[in-house]
């Protein structure tokens, strides 16, 4: 059964950059059929998908923190990663990672983690 | 980027009601369109996808239907563990944007 589970800081200062790594476990992060995603939540708000990333290392990016953000595969270690670069206290949120899928031209994330709660705060 | 709007944002309902919560692009998104169910605390689920496509594992008494710019997720009978918070969104194009929430509560 594939899983996925984040991990990193829980508390980031402002200006600095936010670093989260997604596990992949219970399956290959190099299938062919998916890419991978950050998703994020802030408290008791709607949820802002952030980027995508297939082993390939091709990215797509969310053009409101295209210039922020960074994510990476590393296929040896069956990991992602999440890079956000100058945080602010509107990047307080819970980050999850999940897995997309692909049926015909539709996409859909259908695993995802358990998130994990980030608070930028000095 | 395209507009996800959800309604209602909130909605009363008891066990065994008929529940329709109605999404609405800002644009035409054929049937690019999927629907999430999270609980407090918990990561989101997926329920529907393209439209009114059934995941594995998710009961029957979850439907989706609509194509262009309205869909609805239907829930035929409600069950105790359908009280959730309930988001569209759409795959059309990047960014996959979602809708803004639809909170189902206990009557």
């Known amino acids: 059964q594939l899983q996925l589970q984040e991990s990193g800081p829980g508390l980031v200062k402002p200006s600095e950059t936010l670093s989260l790594t997604c596990t992949v476990s219970?399956?290959?992060?190099?299938?062919?059929?998916?890419?991978w995603g950050w998703i994020r939540q802030p408290p008791g708000k709607g949820l802002e998908w952030i980027g995508s990333i297939y082993y390939s290392g091709s990215t797509y990016y969310n053009p409101s923190l295209k210039s922020r953000v960074t994510i990476s595969v590393d296929t040896s270690k069956n990991q992602f990663s999440l890079k956000l670069s100058s945080v602010t206290a509107a990047d307080t949120a819970v980050y999850y990672c999940a897995r997309r899928a692909m049926i015909v031209v539709y996409y859909y994330m259908d695993v995802w983690g358990k998130g994990t709660t980030v608070t930028v705060s000095s | 980027d395209i507009q996800m709007t959800q309604s209602p944002s909130s909605l009363s309902a008891s066990v065994g009601d008929r529940v329709t919560i109605t999404c609405r692009a800002s644009q035409s998104i054929s049937s690019y369109l999927n629907w999430y169910q999270q609980k407090p605390g918990k990561a989101p689920k997926l329920l529907i996808y393209a439209a009114s496509s059934l995941q594995s594992g998710v009961p029957s008494r979850f439907s989706g239907s609509g194509s262009g710019t309205d869909f609805t997720l239907t829930i035929s009978s409600l069950q105790p563990e359908d009280f959730a918070t309930y988001y569209c969104?759409?795959?059309?194009?990047?960014?996959?944007?979602f809708g803004q929430g639809t909170r189902l509560e206990i009557k």
């Open positions: 219970g399956g290959s992060i190099s299938s062919s059929s998916y890419y």
């Open positions: 969104q759409q795959s059309y194009s990047t960014p996959g944007t």
